[in-house]
């Protein structure tokens, strides 16, 4: 049973700009932390972003300056604004929701995250 939704991902060309968005019933609302990840074939999930209630947000040092995560906690949405796409952020992104302690690497920790979605395919053509 799906809990929370990605929506927004597609293809666009280097230099472009993208806006993911999640959708849960409640879950967000309820979550003390949402996170952005992304996975490449073969490969682990990793964290991109994640924001926790209070406002405040961390991000993976290949996407400081170019992406934007924000939650409405009032429509149960959280986004990722993403910004100057390069090729490397071609990947499968997931939301994800949870109860995370706010400690300086935690919001990284895929286990510390309850709620997944099934994935929104972004692609950078150059």
């Known amino acids: 049973q799906v809990q929370v939704l990605e929506s927004g991902g597609g293809s666009v060309q280097a230099g472009g700009s993208l806006r993911l968005s999640c959708v849960g019933s409640g879950i967000i609302y309820s979550s003390n932390c949402m996170g952005w990840f992304r996975q490449y074939p073969g490969k682990e999930r990793e964290a991109v972003a994640s924001?926790?209630?209070?406002?405040?947000?961390y991000y993976d040092d290949s996407v400081a300056g170019r992406f934007t995560i924000s939650r409405d906690n009032t429509e149960d949405k959280v986004y990722l604004q993403m910004n100057n796409l390069k090729a490397e952020d071609t990947a499968v992104y997931y939301c994800?929701?949870?109860?995370?302690?706010?400690?300086?690497?935690?919001?990284?920790?895929?286990?510390?995250?309850?709620?997944w979605g099934q994935g929104a395919q972004v692609t950078v053509s150059t």
């Open positions: 924001i926790y209630r209070d406002g405040n947000a």
């Open positions: 994800a929701a949870g109860w995370v302690a706010q400690t300086a690497n935690s919001w990284r920790d895929l286990n510390e995250y309850v709620y």
